[in-house]
């Protein structure tokens, strides 16, 4: 399978790393392939720049967004939330029909902090949308021709390509969607990944709660200090 | 302990019930008691009449809001989410320097619709506050001298005081507040039922999360078809 992942954060890498070494064809997509590769400092959170990041995996090619889109036959939204409905909406006309696995949670950044997510303890940066509409179901609405699912938005993605570094991968992972076959090709890739517990959340409504968990999240994950934990549902 | 349950809905059921059988002396609040005793159809929820309940537990007493926070040396608020920051603003007076598990989830009624929750397959009624706020905040706001913990928000509460019922209690509750001491004291409350995870999230802003994490419980219930189920952290 040909995959885009789009955006070229932690998430994005971790996700075509992953894909790379299961098989796949990877491009990823960003702004201008230029200018991301032109970058030679660490962004804000701390990564080193893409093209040092990219030299170790020489399988992966690098494109603007709508390129990368077009090349796909699935595809990963790793645009961060606050950008990512205005990219999709921009090259929609290359999603058509496709598979788009959307992991962005719609964070408002602050422009007028120096550190652009300032995060009291327990809680993240305030979700726009939240509670009557979620991020998930605008990129639907903006892309009616797509199939979007909703996952991997309650864990680091990092644990996400991994599941096994927590508990031996026995915890959940959550999906969901208005269209099945988006949604059993996103099971597949998942399963693929080593995830056991694929656990489907029904129509693409169920995005707001996995948005929402987002501060419920980042509250466990000070609670435990920092640590990789991962959420299993008892039954 | 002398231990104050306001509201007479199912979960100040399920928690009075469970204080009775573990040898606690049990009030319970409601506005107008004579109100509460004299109701003869189930309620919206379909839960029995109250009166009719309460006499399977001869040991409980009905009283008012306040008169039934002054006897208590501890306090749970079950009032519904639209209610109880007037409600425990109105009583203000008998809850300083008390503490109150609070467990309240700040759903909005829609008056206008028939059956006052309407839910959408995967989410629940809006919640006001949300994301910058939450029912805890603004509770302990406008209770300084009270000790507010915000727990028990993430199970039904017959689960919460059942917690074996699921996965022979294998699963984590949350409580958040700024009073360690209160903290301990609601900590020792749930051990008590029967709960082994207690994971304390910090400061009460967690309740943000907590609260919020309302439609991600129900979209799991739903895809679960209903059943009773917990969430454990895998660390």
Known sequence: MKIAVLGTGG??????????????EVVMGTRDSQVTLGRTEPDFMGIEPFGQWLADYPGIDLMNFGDAAETADFVINGID???????????????????????????????????????????????????????????????PEAKIVKACVTQEQETVVHPKAVADGDHTIFIAGDHDDAKEQVTGLLQSYGW??????????SARGME???????AIQFA??????????MR
């Open 11 to 24: 998430g994005g890498r971790a996700h075509a790393a992953k894909l790379l070494e299961l098989g796949h």
């Open 81 to 143: 939330g606050a950008n990512a409905l205005g990219v999709l909406t921009d090259i929609g006309e290359h999603l058509a029909g496709k598979t788009v696995m959307d992991y962005a949670v719609p964070f408002i950044y602050n422009p007028t902090q120096a550190h652009p997510w300032p995060t009291p303890w327990g809680v993240m940066p305030a979700l726009d949308p939240v509670d009557s509409d979620s991020l998930g179901e605008r990129i639907q609405r903006a892309l």
């Open 196 to 205: 056991r517990d694929v656990l489907d959340l029904g129509p693409l409504v």
């Open 212 to 218: 929402m968990y987002s501060h419920m999240h980042s």
């Open 224 to 233: 435990l200090g920092g640590a990789r934990f991962g959420i299993k549902v």
